[in-house]
């Protein structure tokens, strides 16, 4: 320290040392605004704020794993329908992602009227940041493995996404949740397919049901409210049974009886749009379960 003391003045080594603090806080910031660039710019601040605020955070899923993401709760704690909303399944349709977020800012200034809302914006985080559809899975193993639209019911001793689709199957059976959406979007409109072979990717602007008394009402609900902002063609949603096998509305409908929705939107659409959309579809069904007040019909 003297040999150091003797080379630099107190006023240089102060500044070195704030250089260094300086330096790092730097980087950290530059960091996490480089890691938000798969969100619009205003979900980048609805994450920040919401990613930080414990006391909306129910748990987290996947704990301490690079797969770790954050179920929100906003409870009125009264009793009522419990809802789950999902966000990010597959990384690469971000509509649903940027809806989910926008859902979380959307409803921290409403007061929901009964029940509870959970929503998971980010299910596969890793698959969102990069804007896939999947994460890798090890040689030799079943691509949809690392899907996890295609995991559910899920596996506790399974791959990374087989254990995230049994939490979320945990949260639906422990919270007893009685209407569940999937937020999707797909490469064609669903009006515009004519060929069988493009069954999956021609599903843009539909609601994906399970078959049930509910699921069927509250399909009409959503969909005739949605279309009455459309004219007529192929932008207009359509009511289309039976969700893919192993995704998750698939699986909450035949499982748990309860309705079960793939929201999926067109990627040829504006991404506003189709936020739009997803926010619509969400909010109409909230509405019509009574937990939040008449609001999708007044935007
Ligand atoms: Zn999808």
């Known amino acids: 320290m003297k040999i150091i003391r003797r080379l630099l003045t107190i006023n240089q080594f102060t500044s070195i040392v704030l250089f260094i603090i300086g330096f790092f806080l730097f980087n950290a910031s530059y960091a996490t605004a480089q890691d938000l660039n798969y969100l619009s710019e205003e979900s980048q601040k609805i994450h920040r704020s919401f990613w930080a605020c414990d006391s909306l955070i129910f748990k987290q899923l996947m704990k301490n794993t690079p797969y770790q993401t954050p179920v929100f709760l906003f409870d009125s704690q009264k009793n009522g329908s419990v809802v789950l909303i999902v966000g990010g399944t597959h990384g690469d349709e971000p509509a649903g ?129 949605l279309n009455s902002s459309i004219e007529p063609g192929i932008k207009r949603f359509t009511l289309v049974e039976r969700p893919v096998k192993f995704s998750a509305a698939w699986f909450a409908g035949e499982l748990f009886g309860i309705p079960a929705f793939t929201v999926e939107t067109c990627r040829k659409l504006p991404l506003e749009e189709r936020i739009y959309y997803q926010l619509e579809a969400v909010k109409i069904m909230l509405e019509d379960k009574g937990v939040i007040v008449n609001v999708a019909s007044s935007q």
């Open 97 to 225: 992602c940027e809806a989910a977020h926008r859902l979380l800012s959307f409803l921290s200034n409403v007061e929901l009227l009964q029940g509870k809302i959970f929503i998971i914006p980010e299910a596969n985080k890793i698959a969102v940041s990069e804007n896939k559809r999947r994460i890798p899975v090890p040689q030799d193993v079943d691509r949809e493995k690392g899907n996890l639209n295609r995991c559910f019911p899920g596996d506790s001793e399974g791959l990374p996404m087989e254990q995230m689709a049994h939490e979320v199957t945990n949260l639906i059976r422990s919270q007893q949740v009685e209407l569940f959406m999937d937020l999707h979007e797909s490469k064609f409109y669903h009006l515009e397919t004519t060929d069988d072979s493009e069954e999956f990717n021609g599903l843009g602007q539909t609601l994906i049901f399970t078959v049930n008394e509910q699921a069927a009402w509250l399909g009409m609900v959503a969909v005739d409210h």
